[in-house]
């Protein structure tokens, strides 16, 4: 999952060079995504292609779309670091959810509720500036965006979680990567059509979103496979170091005091799951 999580930051400063420099709306780059990573995707699968559970399946790509797009539309408003922030309210829903959903073997034990508190400290303590009146208007549309994908993305990672026992990570990520295809398809047909990159670079943005977001997805669906989903989710908090990471890098911008007291925190609350031993 943290792996995971350094694809999907990779894949957040792509979106946001995307939406930003080259001027594709949210749907365009889920679409440029899709056919950028169905083939690698598709190579790793081979021809295994079966699905045990379909119901779930299909859970997990709608709202897995909703996720997506809602993720996406956020990124034209706020920094990586600070979507990846927000968004990262996504654990506690799934710490709360994934128990009434796949029953009481998936709650969370006392540690992990630790790792939750302080990785939701480290979240404000890294938002803290944002949430002044003033700041916090001007990113009112991203953070509504960026908390809609981290409802939707609760309830995908709970569905990975369902799904772990009976598919193979890769058929599940194939599958997902055709759905969302075809949803954005539809979508940028009936909007503007999807235009060609004119520039080398441009091109290495939309195929490095595709490649980012799969490798990301397999990861992501191989880590619910081994491990409960509160303590998979938990896991997580380490976005937004790498977000903040890739501000810096990339977009020459440096976090304050208050991100440093919250990166302390959440690498905290992150220790604290990844240097458990396994679960039985």
């Known amino acids: 999952m943290v792996l995971s999580t350094v694809a999907f930051a990779v894949m957040v400063v792509l979106v946001k060079l995307g939406r930003t420099d080259l001027g594709y709306s949210a749907m365009q780059l889920i679409l440029w995504r899709s056919l950028a990573g169905i083939p690698l995707v598709a190579l790793l699968t081979g021809r295994k292609l079966r699905v045990e559970r379909r119901d779930l399946l299909l859970l997990r790509c709608l709202f897995g779309f909703g996720a997506m797009y809602s993720f996406f539309s956020a990124a ?149 496979q081994l491990e409960r989903a509160a303590r998979v989710a938990a896991a ?16 020459d911008r440096l976090p304050g005091t208050h991100a440093a007291v919250g990166a302390v925190l959440v690498v905290a609350g992150g220790a604290l799951v990844v240097l458990r031993p396994p679960s039985r």
């Open 236 to 251: 997580s908090y380490t976005a937004p170091l790498f977000g903040f990471l890739a501000d810096a890098v990339v977009f």
């Open 76 to 224: 034209r408003h706020l920094s990586v670091g600070e979507l990846t922030v927000v968004v990262k309210l996504q654990p506690i829903v799934v710490a709360l959810l994934a128990p009434l959903v796949l029953g009481r073997g998936e709650r969370s034990d006392r540690r992990g509720i630790v790792a939750l508190g302080l990785g939701m400290a480290g979240t404000v303590a890294l938002l803290w500036p944002d949430l002044q009146a003033s700041a916090w208007t001007g990113h009112l549309t991203g953070v509504g965006w960026a908390l809609m994908a981290a409802g939707c993305s609760a309830v995908t990672h709970t569905m990975l979680r369902a799904l772990g026992p009976t598919e193979d990570p890769r058929v599940v990520v194939f599958w997902f990567q055709i759905a969302v295809g075809l949803g954005a398809a539809v979508g940028v047909l009936a909007d503007s059509g999807l235009p060609l990159p004119t520039a080398p670079w441009a091109w290495g943005v939309v195929l490095g979103i595709g490649a980012a977001a799969a490798i990301g997805q397999l990861l992501m669906t191989r880590a619910y």
